[in-house]
């Protein structure tokens, strides 16, 4: 790991995320909701998220609404899928060139990262309800494949084997 990011990892505690890229909680409200389908969950949590130049954070899909949040390094391609198909946004300072600060990725879409420069991209994610790994869930290859054919080297290369 190069030496920049291990002080990243090591200052704000972070610690390796099963999509990829390194993570760690740093809020989780104590406010608990009721009545939900999958249960009580906190209100929201907030997360750190790094990940380093090559890395990429997997397809997944999470049952709560998601707010990414840029913070430092290199720019983020988010690639996001729903009914509508294949949408990609970039998170990053550069608002001139189309890269924005902040992305929601509504509750049940698809989504999958990789930073898009040669050194790091260091980010948050706000998830409201609460996020819980019981409502996250690795996207298959197999899956998204045969519903976006056209998009096949792109899930290849953000789906794991």
Not at 36 to 64: D, K, M, N
Request: negative net charge; aromatic residues 10%.
């Amino acid at each position: 790991m190069p030496a920049e990011v291990d002080a990243i990892v090591r200052a704000l505690g972070l610690a390796p995320h099963p999509e990829g890229g390194f993570f760690r909680e740093t809020f989780r409200a104590p406010l608990t909701l009721e009545g939900l389908p999958q249960g009580p969950r906190a209100a929201s949590t907030a997360i750190y998220y790094l990940l380093p130049a090559g890395a990429t954070s997997a397809f997944h899909r999470v049952r709560s609404d998601e707010l990414w949040h840029f913070y430092a390094g290199d720019p983020l391609e988010l690639h996001l899928f729903d009914e509508r198909g294949h949408a990609q946004h970039t998170l990053g300072p550069d608002l001139s060139s189309g890269e924005r600060p902040q992305l929601v990725v509504p509750s049940g879409t698809v989504q999958g990262a990789r930073a898009a420069g040669a050194r790091y991209t260091l980010v948050g994610c706000t998830v409201a309800p609460g996020f819980d790994f019981a409502d996250w869930q690795l996207v298959p290859r197999e899956e998204l494949g045969a519903r976006f054919p056209s998009e096949r080297a792109l899930i290849e290369a953000l789906t794991r084997r």
